[in-house]
Nanobody, 128 residues
Framework: LRCSCRRGGGLVQPGGSLRLSCDAS????????IGWFRQASGKEREGVSC????????SYSDSVKGRFTISRDNAKGSVYLQMDSLRPEDTAVYYC?????????????????????WGKGTQVTVSS
């Protein structure tokens, strides 16, 4: 089974907004988290944000806190990453990821290190 990630990336000017979405419904999981990671050219991949599909708890990296918002639609098994006030340093390939959780497991983007499925990346370019 594969995470089906719908793309919403593209080119946007600084200060603009983009919305990414990820659909994990095909996986048929009960307890899991969906997260977003990004990798800029020449840099290591970094975690951006994640949400537990079990309890709705969210987590953000310091670099995007206050600008990005992650949300879920449990009925659809989908997660959305609303990216506002975009900056040139947000330019990267963004990947959605799914990690299976135990029923009581809590997760943050920093602890989302055992990803089970990766979606195809989508390029986000912030430039004037």
């Amino acid at each position: 089974l594969r995470c089906s990630c719908r793309r919403g990336g593209g080119l946007v000017q600084p200060g603009g907004s983009l919305r990414l979405s990820c659909d994990a419904s095909a996986l048929g999981l009960d307890f899991y988290a969906i997260g977003w990671f990004r990798q800029a050219s020449g840099k290591e991949r970094e975690g951006v944000s994640c949400i537990s599909m079990s309890d709705g708890s969210t987590s953000y990296s310091d670099s995007v806190k206050g600008r990005f918002t992650i949300s879920r639609d449990n009925a659809k098994g989908s997660v959305y990453l609303q990216m506002d006030s975009l900056r040139p340093e947000d330019t990267a390939v963004y990947y959605c990821a799914v990690q299976v959780l135990s029923p009581i497991q809590k997760i943050t983007i920093a602890t989302m290190t055992r990803v089970d499925w990766w979606g195809k990346g989508t390029q986000v370019t912030v430039s004037s």
